[in-house]
């Protein structure tokens, strides 16, 4: 009986100094943090995490709105194992899974944007043993028409300057064509100018020798 007592107590040690010597499990979550949609279309609130845990069955996502205007929260979505989107309030039959727990990835879409759909979403991620972690947050904008932010302008400006050198580049292709042509043109009237020049002082000849003879 002391024997079983003592192995207990050895095992409960070991147990205790095997968890004091693991790492401590957090989720980290990856989002863009802000977002900005035009009204009336989908976007897709993209939700990234890393885990020191490997994913299996056990883990869960938690999608929660807090509307811009105040009020309680809100729920968005919830995945375990299976997607279970709400049955009622603002978000019913305008949310769907779109992530991926294998790559990662808890990512959802929200179909149909409305202007009350301003606010925060927070993506919660636990993939036990790893449960504590800071929630991810998305602030979404909905807007009438999206504004250009600077990398819209550092591609548009350089898709202009691009389309500025093609147009460049094909007006002295054609250019150097055209010139090639006329210089053919000139080239073959010059041709044309010497035979019938030739053939001018040929016929003078023949006519000079005829009248010789007949002299």
Known sequence: MYGKSATRAVLLLLGIQLTALWPI???EIYTSRVLEAVNGTDARLKCTFSSFAPVGDALTVTWNFRPLDGGPEQFVFYYHIDPFQPMSG????RVSWDGNPERYDASIFL???QFDD???YTCQVKNPPDVDGVIGEIRLSVVHTVRFSEIHFLALAIGSACALMIIIVI???LFQHYRKKRRAERAHKVVEIKS???ERLNQEKKVSVYLEDTD
């Not at 603002?90 to 039959?93: E, L, M, T």
């Open 90 to 93: 603002r978000f019913k039959d």
């Open 171 to 173: 007006v002295v292709v």
């Open 25 to 27: 499990a957090a989720v």
């Open 196 to 198: 019938k020049e030739e």
């Open 111 to 113: 179909w149909k944007l």
């Open 118 to 120: 301003n606010g925060t």
